[in-house]
């Protein structure tokens, strides 16, 4: 009696069509690798622009308040808005207001740094970006002769 | 009898031929697509790396100039003017292939009722050539 042979389709293939299910299993890990490489570039450039934006506002809020007390110095107690190109597109305004002690010649204020998009003048601690108290010295019949910051507050 | 042998021979045959050699040619085609990818794709990853490294590292430069140069203003002598268009003498060194340059705004009329604040644009150059600008404001102490 003739013994038949097993089905070739239905026998196990050994390592018939290996090499290609290899090749698309290194395709697919390849792929999961470079997607995870992309993610970590991707992440460092997103760092790189927060951190970029974070210190622009740190220093637009300086660069704000300083020209506030260099303004309110020769002048008089008034929001400031600056006229100077900023680091950051965030328009920024510098309230003034008075904390009531007057000593002599001198003028106690409270200068804070705040986001145009603030309505409420002054502004609110809560949305103030730089908060500084500065003793103005009008003596000697200069007004401005001095300046003392007594304190200066980052958000 | 010899039959039976010539038939399981071509069988034997049939088995590794022609889609075999199909097969490892797309699989060839395919790894080496995957690995220009990846080859690629590590070097797109350590250029990006190193740039924003550098950036990062520029923006830190300007930082400390930043410093510096306030410290620099508010040292000027109150008998000098305050004031100056022409770089600040600023004590600091940047790192070894990054460098800082400045422009500064005109000074303002030094006069007791023009604001004295001066605007200054700070520049940062890595070793790659990438720039970070920092603007600050000086005033007169």
């Not at chain 1, 949305?127 to 009008?138: C, G, H, K, Q, T």
């Amino acid at each position: 009696m003739k013994r038949r042979r097993p089905d070739r389709r239905a026998a196990p293939h050994g390592e018939e069509g290996a090499a290609l299910e290899l090749a698309l299993l290194f395709m697919i890990a390849t792929a999961l690798i470079v997607t995870v490489l992309l993610g970590f570039t991707s992440t460092s450039s997103r760092a790189t622009v927060v951190t970029r934006t974070a210190r622009g506002t740190d220093y637009d809020a300086d660069a704000a308040m300083q020209a506030a007390i260099a303004t309110v110095r020769v002048g008089s107690c008034a929001s400031f808005t600056p006229s100077f190109t900023l680091n950051n597109p965030t328009a920024l305004r510098v309230d003034c207001s008075t904390t009531g002690a007057v000593v002599g010649s001198q003028r106690h204020l409270v200068l804070s740094v705040c986001p145009t998009t603030v309505v409420t003048v002054p502004c609110p601690d809560a949305s103030s970006l730089l908060r500084a108290e500065v003793v103005f010295f009008d003596d000697g019949g200069i007004v401005g002769r001095a300046v003392s910051v007594l304190s200066w507050s980052n958000q | 009898m010899d039959r039976r042998a010539r038939t399981r021979g071509d069988e034997a045959r049939d088995a590794d031929a022609g889609s075999t050699l199909v097969e490892v040619l797309i699989a060839t085609v395919l790894m080496g697509s995957a690995i220009i990818v990846l080859v690629t794709g590590m070097s797109t990853l350590f250029s990006s790396s190193i740039q924003n490294r550098q950036a990062t590292t520029a923006g830190l430069v300007a930082r400390d100039y930043a410093e510096a140069l306030v410290v620099a203003v508010a040292a000027v002598p109150g008998t000098d003017p305050w004031c100056s268009t022409t770089p600040y003498a600023v004590a600091y060194t940047a790192p070894t292939g990054y460098s800082v340059t400045t422009t500064a705004a005109g000074c303002p009329v030094n006069d007791t009722t023009t604001p004295q604040f001066q605007p200054l644009v700070i520049t940062a150059t890595s070793p790659t050539g990438r720039t970070e600008t920092l603007r600050v404001v000086v005033r007169k102490s």
